[in-house]
């Protein structure tokens, strides 16, 4: 089964930037997808950003150009570099996974692998 482990979280100043990464580890399917899900207390679970490989990717309407996902090209590791954050960013960021399926997703029902998470605050 596949382990998903988040970093790169941490605390940073409005209009500042961070990169997630999200390393994989397990049995390895050729069809996937992974996503990027943030909460903040009291309110659900919502899609940041999903890749999967077939190449496709699609993000969040609150994304707006500022985020963006990739992975290495081992396919291990994906990342979410955040540019021009907002105090309205802050949220435990979680990455996930559906091995063997492909989409493009916003959906955490879609998903049945998920790492611990990594908290992201942003002060203004």
């Known amino acids: 089964q596949r382990q998903l482990v988040e970093s790169g979280g941490g605390s940073v100043q409005a209009g500042g930037s961070l990169r997630l990464s999200c390393t994989a580890s397990g049995t390895t399917k050729i069809d996937y997808t992974m996503a990027w899900f943030r909460q903040s207390p009291g309110k659900e679970r919502e899609g940041v950003a999903v890749l999967n490989s077939l190449g496709a990717i699609r993000y969040g309407d609150f994304v707006q150009g500022r985020f963006t996902i990739s992975q290495d090209n081992a396919k291990v590791t994906l990342y979410l570099q955040m540019d021009s954050l907002k105090p309205e960013d802050t949220a435990m960021y979680y990455c996930?996974?559906?091995?063997?399926?492909?989409?493009?997703?916003?959906?955490?029902?879609?998903?049945?692998?998920w790492g611990q998470g990594t908290q992201v605050t942003v002060s203004s």
């Open positions: 996930a996974a559906a091995p063997g399926r492909i989409f493009s997703l916003l959906t955490p029902g879609a998903y049945n692998t």
